[in-house]
């Protein structure tokens, strides 16, 4: 239908010509994405060019921005305390993220059976409840499940013989103290995704390879591995973003000790950029933190090629 | 015959054996929230008591009544309400809309400003909490509620969730609805809200769990106790309390949980859909 055509016959006056429909529509639309739009210049897009300027400048908050250069990266570059915090935080990324995906999957692994749905469904309900509670409070309840002399872990491992471990009081424990917490509460998110992932995989795949001879650990590697991948991928990458930002729980248990033990990057921008109102500092190792985010990921990405099948 | 029985008394074996496995493991996953609750009615001298009283010997609800005479126990819960409340129907309104804008409507600049969005969500919270803290201040939003609640107003990944979704919807209903002479406006209260439904539960559930959990912010932006969110005020009531009764402070983590809770059981299916549904889609 063009204008011309319409413009021919005498048009009923309810009938608008396309050109003002789509006016409107525009009118409506930029109407509709506006709040949105502004929400995010102001408190995400703008903030990340920022974050960029900062970099450069000195700036404590109450004096003006004072421009210096790379000096903030030179002095990130000799900062060893920071350098412990990269350590300590790609130690819990890595553990984290192994951890979860593995236990995840071997959950999932083990419910997708001929099960009962009560039981299928209760398990589900006391694998995932942690995930959905605040750090804060699991946190709090697991520091005292982890004290030295009252902490009941410590008790129940005395029965078994074990000696008593100093979880958060030392710095060879206090990291691994903070892991097992945080795996324990968000496995059963990986769990979730699993056990879609794996009902998903159709079941005339695995009737076929029965039909062919074929054993379980083989059907697991042909059938499973491969069609999994596309939720390993997901679960991985997730699970690298979310946990190179860690703060809540070391935070809460240790406030970052004994000593620097568990002081991630994210407890490093904190406290030089909102404690010390070292605001150039903390946005340069913002960056930094980011870049190395953005790497992984697109390195994961570029290697999932090789692995990932769709 | 003899071996196919063995075989299947075997596999039998195994499925008790691995569903006794899962049931431990759960077991494992809830303890910690036993021991919260059996800790909480305990009398304070008893709380730290070994071998541990799993059933207390002596109930008491004192140490719920102490959480609200040591710490404006009340406002926490309120505040973490309203910010939680307060942002969930921002993000509804917000998000619905313009994530119908950019799954239907057609306007200039459309791609742009979407891929800008979208660039937003690869980006972490750490990124930008400088910049946000010196806008808030700025706006002298400081120690207050606003400063949690204006940047959690609209999100990248609302946006996103609900575009998905409302691309799957029909286009037969909403091209009837113009033929009858409905504005967009029109089409977004009668169709997209009303089957978008599914979506926007699960963006609802995240959005409130996710603020009312927050811990991140509220440190930053607030001072005042009054102000404190629920998980803030937690960590302030151990302070306070320290290992002078833990039996005090398991009734705080106690209270924030039992929402939570709550929730849970209502929504757990809209929750698990949601993360399938973002996980297989992502």
């Known amino acids: 239908m063009d204008q011309t055509s319409l413009a021919a016959k005498p048009l009923p006056r309810k009938v608008k010509t396309m050109n003002r429909m789509r006016v ?58 920071l350098m412990t915090g990269f350590v300590v935080t790609a130690t819990y990324v890595i553990a984290h993220v192994v951890l979860t995906a593995l236990l995840g999957l071997i959950l999932a692994l083990a419910v997708t059976r001929k099960i009962s749905n009560f039981l299928r469904s209760s398990l589900r309900a006391a694998y995932f409840f942690p995930v959905i509670v605040s750090t804060a409070s699991v946190a709090i309840i697991w520091t005292y499940l982890y004290h030295q002399e009252l902490g009941i872990i410590n008790y129940y491992l005395g029965e078994l013989g074990i000696q008593r471990i100093p979880w958060l009081n030392s710095s060879n424990w206090a990291l691994w103290s903070v892991i097992i917490m945080s795996v324990w509460k968000s496995v059963g998110f990986n769990f979730v995704l699993f056990v879609a992932g794996l009902q998903n995989i159709p079941r005339e795949y695995y009737e076929a390879a ?64 909102l404690r010390f109102l070292r605001m150039g500092y903390a946005s340069t190792i913002a960056l930094v933190l980011f870049s190395i985010i953005m790497v992984l990921t697109i390195l994961q990405f570029t290697f999932s090629k090789k692995w990932v099948v769709y | 015959m003899i071996a196919k029985t063995i075989k299947k008394i075997e596999l039998l074996w195994f499925h008790y054996l691995l569903n006794l496995l899962l049931l431990i493991f759960a077991v494992f996953m809830v303890l910690p929230f036993v021991w919260m609750f059996s800790t909480s009615l305990r009398l304070p001298i008893e709380s730290f008591t070994l071998p541990p009283q799993w059933i207390p010997q002596k109930v008491t609800f004192e140490n719920y009544t102490r959480v609200f005479t040591l710490v404006p126990f009340f406002d926490f819960f309120w505040n973490s309400l309203f910010v939680a409340s307060v942002t969930t129907a921002g993000q509804l309104l917000t998000c619905s809309l ?185």
Not at chain 2, 172 to 185: K, Q
């Open chain 2, 98 to 282: 313009a994530a119908y804008s950019f799954a239907r409507l057609h306007f200039p600049g459309k791609n742009f400003v979407f891929i800008l969005l979208m660039s937003s969500l690869m980006v972490p919270g750490y990124m930008t909490i400088v910049p946000v803290f010196a806008i808030i201040r700025f706006l002298n939003l400081a120690d207050t509620l606003w400063a949690l609640i204006f940047p959690a107003l609209t999100s990248a990944f609302g946006i996103f969730l609900l575009r998905q979704f409302f691309m799957t919807i029909p286009l037969d209903l909403e091209d009837a609805a113009r033929i009858d002479g409905a504005n967009p406006f029109q089409i977004y209260t009668h169709v997209m809200l009303p089957l978008g439904m599914p979506a926007l539960s699960v963006l609802a559930i995240f959005t409130f769990n996710g603020n009312w959990n927050d811990f991140f912010r509220p440190l930053i932006f607030l001072k005042t106790w009054t102000k404190f969110t629920l998980p803030l005020g937690l960590v302030t009531l151990r302070g306070v309390e320290g290992t002078g009764s833990v039996s005090v402070v398991m009734a705080g983590v106690t209270l924030s949980v039992i929402p939570v809770l709550i929730i849970f059981l209502i929504a757990q299916r809209y929750l698990i859909e949601g993360i399938t549904l973002t996980g297989l889609k992502g």
């Open chain 1, 24 to 81: 409107e529509e525009a009118i409506w639309a930029w109407a509709f994405i506006f709040p949105s739009v502004v929400g995010l210049m102001i408190f995400t897009i703008i903030p990340i060019f920022s974050t960029f300027i900062l970099s450069a400048f000195s700036w404590d908050f109450l004096t003006p921005p004072e421009f210096i250069g790379i000096k903030n990266f030179q002095r990130l570059l000799t900062d060893t305390r």
């Open chain 1, 210 to 273: 029965e039909i062919d001879g074929a054993g379980y650990w083989s059907q697991f590697f042909y059938i499973t591995v491969p069609l999994l991948s596309p939720t390993v991928l997901f679960i991985l990458i997730m699970g690298l973003i979310g946990s190179f930002q860690v703060f809540d729980a070391p935070y809460i248990m240790t406030t970052g000790g004994p000593g620097d033990a568990t002081r991630t990057v994210g407890i490093f921008i904190y406290e030089h950029g």
